[in-house]
């Protein structure tokens, strides 16, 4: 059963950084593409940056030179870097992990939140 937690997030001065974390467990993370995708409250969630188990990487044009996502398999564990953040980026983060082409496994989600 795969499990997921984020952490990392807070409250951050517009222009400041954070970095997310996602821990994993189970055997099937390093074989998956997984991703980070961010809600506000009245939206939909929508994706952030993904990052397949090969390492190609798909961002987001709202965060394009500003995030990096990486993952670390032996620990399985995926990253979030934000720079540059602005009042935009104020949601809830949450990490997901493909099981297969049509289910997904979900982290509870972190707030971050930049003041302007």
């Known amino acids: 059963q795969v499990q997921l937690v984020e952490s990392g997030g807070g409250l951050v001065q517009a222009g400041g950084s954070l970095r997310l974390s996602c821990a994993a467990s189970g055997s099937i993370f390093r074989s998956s593409t997984v991703g980070w995708y961010r809600q506000v409250p009245g939206k939909q969630r929508e994706p952030v940056a993904t990052i397949t188990s090969g390492g190609s990487t798909n961002y987001a044009e709202s965060v394009k030179g500003r995030f990096t996502i990486s993952r670390d398999n032996a620990k399985n564990t995926m990253y979030l870097q934000m720079n540059s953040l602005n009042a935009e980026d104020t949601c809830i983060y949450y990490c997901?992990?493909?099981?297969?082409?049509?289910?997904?496994?979900w982290g509870q989600g972190t707030q971050v939140t930049v003041s302007s």
């Open positions: 997901r992990l493909n099981l297969d082409l049509v289910r997904a496994r």
